[in-house]
């Protein structure tokens, strides 16, 4: 059974940082692209970054770019979501995702629906 369990949320005032890790299990995960999304009250879902198999090649958001980095480590089964500078408007569950691709492509990678495995998600409070 696939798992993924998101953890390193909490609260912090802006400007501060966060480091999100997403363990996956029952699965190898190593071929796979992986990514973040977010969901702020009453908002829909939106993407945060994505990672792909090597994690050389990575994507974000346009309103993260600059400030979160994603990063993998395959012998772990994990990816990481380093957030720095954050702001009121970061505040959010954030969940990790695994898509079952090994490429980013930036139409398909950006949308939830394409994403066949979620955890169940972070609790990411920022205080002004």
């Known amino acids: 059974q696939v798992q993924l369990v998101e953890s390193g949320g909490g609260l912090v005032q802006a400007g501060g940082s966060l480091r999100l890790s997403c363990a996956a299990s029952?699965?190898?995960?190593?071929?796979?692209?992986m990514g973040w999304f977010r969901q702020a009250p009453g908002k829909e879902r939106e993407f945060v970054a994505a990672?792909?198999?090597?994690?050389?090649?990575?994507y974000y958001a346009d309103s993260v770019k600059g400030r979160f980095t994603i990063s993998r480590d395959n012998a772990k089964n994990t990816v990481y979501l380093q957030m720095n500078s954050l702001n009121p408007e970061d505040t959010a569950v954030y969940y990790c995702?695994?898509?079952?691709?090994?490429?980013?492509?930036?139409?398909?990678?950006?949308?939830?629906?394409?994403?066949?495995?979620w955890g169940q998600g972070t609790q990411v409070t920022v205080s002004s």
């Open positions: 995702a695994v898509r079952d691709n090994p490429v980013l492509i930036r139409v398909i990678d950006a949308n939830s629906a394409m994403y066949h495995y």
């Open positions: 029952g699965r190898t995960f190593s071929n796979y692209v």
């Open positions: 990672i792909d198999w090597s994690g050389v090649n990575t």
